[in-house]
């Protein structure tokens, strides 16, 4: 496999704050971290956050093919400092890790029969939903990217990035789609308050910039609404949105994609998951 862009080493992870449930919402000054994209969020019953994601700046070493994967990323216990983390899960026969996300002690992922560079949601090839431990398939289809599944109401739902379609929202044994939302990608879905918040990225005043959706039951949902101010000092994108509860606050994770890296130059856009209607900011 030939080595990543290096620019990808400084896309920056931001973090912005709410004491009100998400009504208004401050951004920490300094990065997070470099490096780290894909993101997703595990909140832990006793409040550690488990952020999965893609790591620029550790590269796998070449060995991990024939070990099995690990999967890098960043953990927090309440009141306690960020610390980068590796699991190491039973994924099975596959090589090829995408998109990863715990939901409890399973780790839910997008995985191409071939290990190769790219995007899954730029490919014109089908790609599968797999499961750990195991690495177990759960569903397959063109481009399939981002899993992010919850429990609502006794009842599994996932959501996923589908090529062309947007999100797709994933439910049943087996799974099967039971609604699309077509002006969105990169879906994070999780419980808050009793409400089922499905947080996506879209085109903001032209940034790509999350937006949410709210259920009360798994099948109605609200209009697409902005979930973040576009501040002045802020980051250009804020893309892979994830939210959680954090020492009493609100926190909301994303990355910006558009810093410039050591050659002067931006980072390479995923265009396929730059489709989007035009949500204006109220």
């Not at 019953?45 to 999967?71: A, K, M, Q």
């Not at 939901?103 to 089908?126: C, I, N, Q, T, Y």
């Not at 439910?171 to 099967?176: F, I, K, R, T, V």
Request: hydrophobic share 35%; glycine share 10%.
């Amino acid at each position: 496999m030939p080595p990543p862009d290096p620019r990808l080493a400084q896309t920056a992870l931001r973090a912005f704050r709410s004491a009100d449930q998400g009504r208004t919402w401050t951004l920490d000054p300094a990065p997070l971290a470099r490096g780290l994209d894909s993101l997703g969020l595990d909140v832990r019953e006793d409040g550690t956050w488990w952020v999965t994601g893609l790591d620029h700046i550790e590269e796998p070493p070449w060995w991990e093919y024939h070990t099995g994967p690990r999967v890098r990323g960043m953990v927090k216990e309440p009141g306690g400092d960020w610390e980068r983390e590796r699991w190491w899960p039973d994924v099975g026969d596959t090589r090829s890790v995408i998109d990863p996300q715990w939901h409890g002690e399973e780790l839910w992922f997008a995985s191409r029969p071939f290990v190769k560079p790219g995007d899954p949601a730029d490919m014109a090839e089908s790609t599968t939903l797999r499961v750990a431990p195991g690495g177990r398939t759960v569903y397959s289809a063109r481009g399939l990217a981002d899993p992010s599944p919850v429990e609502f109401n006794g009842q599994l739902h996932v959501f996923v990035t589908e090529l062309g379609r947007g999100v797709v929202q994933l439910s049943g044994e087996p799974l099967q789609p039971s609604r699309t939302f077509s002006s969105v990608t990169v879906p994070f879905a999780t419980v808050m308050d009793g409400e089922l918040w499905l947080v996506a990225q879209t085109v903001v005043q032209g940034r790509r910039y999350p937006v949410l959706s709210r259920s009360r039951d798994g099948r109605q949902w609200t209009a697409w609404a902005p979930l973040l101010p576009i501040l002045p000092d802020g980051p250009q994108t804020c893309t892979s949105p994830v939210v959680g509860p954090q020492d009493g606050e609100l926190v909301l994770l994303c990355v910006d994609e558009r810093v410039v890296g050591a050659d002067g130059r931006l980072p390479p856009e995923r265009k396929g998951r730059l489709t989007g209607q035009h949500v204006q900011q109220p």
